[in-house]
Structures are given as structure tokens and as C-alpha cells.
T-cell receptor, first 108, second 117 residues
Framework: RKEVEQDPGPFNVPEGATVAFNCTYSNSASQSFFWYRQDCRKEPKLLMS???SGNEDGRFTAQLNRASQYISLLIRDSKLSDSATYLC?????????FGKGTSLLVTP | GEEVAQTPKHLVRGEGQKAKLYCAPI?????VFWYQQVLKNEFKFLIS????????ETGMPKERFSAKCLPNSPCSLEIQATKLEDSAVYFC???????????????FGNGTRLTVT
């Protein structure tokens, strides 16, 4: 079983919409997580770190549900520039394992 | 430096030729990681270093791939006798502490796009 499962999408949403992605993880020992975003043909960039129940940073909110072993990322008032692939990464083990992520396309 | 610096940005090699990629981690970061991403697919972890010591090499192909992190030099990833399937973007990342530790995300370089023809 993969360490992380994400809906690959693509999620197509209009500008200004609210969109949420879920990510389920298999390792119950994972204590913290990262959300990265990757723009086309670019390197992944850290979006948020999630340590406890969640984290909020401006339009972005991440929540961690340990009982159900999933984390979510909510983007409010989405912008065209939010179009990217969002990668959920558990911080466990000796290397961060990145899946394929969820693709988001925000349209005018 | 303040960023992970990878060189070259693009590299084209004929099948069977050698390819060598370089990575300078962020100053003060003890851990270096190499990942391979083929056609925007999943990142494949290759190898990590703690300073100049191999930390985890479970992702490294047994043949043709080697990597080093020597003191006072950029880290390097070398592929002997490249094959078509080695075409990918190779990302290097560094972190202050090892993974599994809070507040220790990976910071990525811009990647090296290797094309094997």
C-alpha cells in the first residue's frame, strides 16, 4: 500500500471558488506533514507544515485527522496563480515520499 | 548560499554516455537528498546524505548510479552509461535536520533536466 493516496484530479475550479483536497496516509506513526506545491516543470515548494490538528496561513488551511488518517488542504478565494500540483508528504522515515499529488486548475 | 543550487539546468547525453549532476545545499544544512521525477510522475527517492556520509541509499539503482558529498565541494550524482529511461528531472533537496523531525522540510533546487537520446 502506498504511504500516501491523493486524488490526482485535475480539479477545475473558477476563480474565487473554495476547493479542498484530501490526502490519506497509511503510516499511523507519522507525526507531521507537509503540503508542497509544484508548478509545471518547476521544483516543489513548501506551502505549509502541519504538526498538530492543523494550520492556517491566509487563504490556506490544512487539517489533520489522526483518527481517520487523512489530512486536507482547503484553499479559499482561489486565484489563477494557485494552479499547480499539490503534494501531501508525511514527515516520517528517512526520506520524504512524494506521490503524484493533486492537480488544480483555476480558471477565469 | 540561501538556495539549493543545481547545475547544469539541462543536460543532453547520447545513450551510453556518462552524466554528472551537481548540487550545492543551503549553507548550514546537513542533509542532502536526490530525487528523480520522470514526466511529472511521482518523485523517486534515490539517496540521501548526512554531511559526507550516505544516510539512506535504498532508492539508488544498483548499477550505473553513484553519488558523493565531499567536504567543501558540491554534491554530485553520476550516471554511467546512460539509458533512455534515465531521462528525467533530477531534483536535489537539503534540510537542516533529518526527516522525521518537526520543522525540517526539504528545500529543493531547480532541478537538472537530463535528456538521453
Amino acid at each position: 500500500r502506498k504511504e500516501v493516496e491523493q486524488d490526482p484530479g485535475p480539479f477545475n475550479v473558477p476563480e474565487g471558488a473554495t476547493v479542498a483536497f484530501n490526502c490519506t496516509y497509511s503510516n499511523s506513526a507519522s507525526q507531521s506533514f507537509f503540503w508542497y506545491r509544484q508548478d509545471c516543470r518547476k521544483e516543489p515548494k513548501l506551502l505549509m507544515s502541519v504538526y498538530s490538528s492543523g494550520n492556517e496561513d491566509g487563504r490556506f488551511t490544512a487539517q489533520l485527522n489522526r483518527a481517520s488518517q487523512y489530512i486536507s488542504l482547503l484553499i479559499r478565494d482561489s486565484k489563477l496563480s494557485d494552479s499547480a500540483t499539490y503534494l501531501c508528504v508525511p514527515n516520517s522515515g528517512y526520506a520524504l515520499n512524494f506521490g503524484k499529488g493533486t492537480s488544480l486548475l483555476v480558471t477565469p | 548560499g540561501e538556495e539549493v543550487a543545481q547545475t547544469p539546468k539541462h543536460l543532453v547525453r547520447g545513450e551510453g554516455q556518462k552524466a554528472k549532476l551537481y548540487c550545492a545545499p543551503i549553507k548550514g544544512h546537513s542533509y542532502v537528498f536526490w530525487y528523480q521525477q520522470v514526466l511529472k510522475n511521482e518523485f523517486k527517492f534515490l539517496i540521501s546524505f548526512q554531511n559526507e556520509n550516505v544516510f539512506d541509499e535504498t532508492g539508488m539503482p544498483k548499477e550505473r548510479f553513484s553519488a558523493k558529498c565531499l567536504p567543501n565541494s558540491p554534491c554530485s550524482l553520476e550516471i554511467q552509461a546512460t539509458k533512455l529511461e534515465d531521462s528525467a528531472v533530477y531534483f536535489c533537496a537539503s534540510s537542516q535536520k533529518g526527516t522525521g523531525v518537526n520543522n525540517s522540510p526539504l528545500h529543493f533546487g531547480n532541478g537538472t533536466r537530463l535528456t538521453v537520446t
